[in-house]
Antibody, heavy 125, light 108 residues
Framework: QLQLQESGPGLVKPSETLSLTCTVS??????????WGWIRQPPGKGLEWIGS???????YYNPSLKSRVTISVDTSKNQFSLKLSSVTAADTAVYYC?????????????????WGQGTMVTVSS | EIVLTQSPATLSLSPGERATLSCRAS??????LAWYQQKPGQAPRLLIY???NRATGIPARFSGSGSGTDFTLTISGLEPEDFAVYYC??????????FGGGTKVEIK
């Protein structure tokens, strides 16, 4: 069964770069030939899509974050990663990685059916 | 960017009652709308995709309907474990993928 696990520092200083990795187990990133995503949720607030990466490496980012976001994939390690630069307190959130949903009849969707447990990242000096 | 507006913000109901949640899009998203359930301290769980298709393992009491700009998630008889926050998400016009602000279903 596919599982995702986020990892990375829980505390990042303002103006620095937040770096997280999502490790996929129970299956390979390449086996789901579609977009894997990063989503975040500030404390007490709703969900915000950060960006997605195709299993082969092409990316799409939220325009509101595009200038600061880089998502990459390493299929040999079965991981994909998020970097968010120049962070501020507004970037404090739980960060989730998630896998694309697959429907046997109609194929892959940009909906997320398996999520990591999430990792809390606090931006503070 | 497509904006999704969910209503009501909070729905207070008793177990066994029917819950009707609304998601309205700022422009048509065809049927490319998903619903998620999120409980405190947990990741979201996919309930419905493409407006009306239940994801694997989702009970039949959850149903989705709608197309274009107006969508509804119905829970036909609330179970204790259904009290949670529900989000809609569109995938029709992206980037960005967008989520609604959420509806909290609480025990009355």
């Amino acid at each position: 069964q596919l599982q995702l696990q986020e990892s990375g520092p829980g505390l990042v200083k303002p103006s620095e770069t937040l770096s997280l990795t999502c490790t996929v187990s129970g299956g390979s990133i390449s086996s789901r030939s579609y977009y894997w995503g990063w989503i975040r949720q500030p404390p007490g607030k709703g969900l915000e899509w950060i960006g997605s990466i195709y299993y082969s490496g092409s990316t799409y980012y939220n325009p509101s974050l595009k200038s600061r976001v880089t998502i990459s994939v390493d299929t040999s390690k079965n991981q994909f990663s998020l970097k968010l630069s120049s962070v501020t307190a507004a970037d404090t959130a739980v960060y989730y990685c998630a896998s694309p949903h697959y429907d046997i009849l109609t194929g892959y969707k940009n909906a997320f059916d398996i999520w990591g447990q999430g990792t809390m990242v606090t931006v503070s000096s | 960017e497509i904006v999704l507006t969910q209503s009501p913000a909070t729905l207070s109901l008793s177990p066994g009652e029917r819950a009707t949640l609304s998601c309205r899009a700022s422009q048509s998203v065809s049927s490319y709308l998903a619903w998620y359930q999120q409980k405190p301290g947990q990741a979201p769980r996919l309930l419905i995709y493409d407006a009306s298709n239940r994801a694997t393992g989702i009970p039949a009491r959850f149903s989705g309907s709608g197309s274009g700009t107006d969508f509804t998630l119905t829970i036909s008889g609330l179970e204790p474990e259904d009290f949670a926050v529900y989000y809609c998400q569109q995938r029709y016009n992206w980037p960005p993928l967008t989520f609604g602000g959420g509806t909290k279903v609480e025990i009355k």
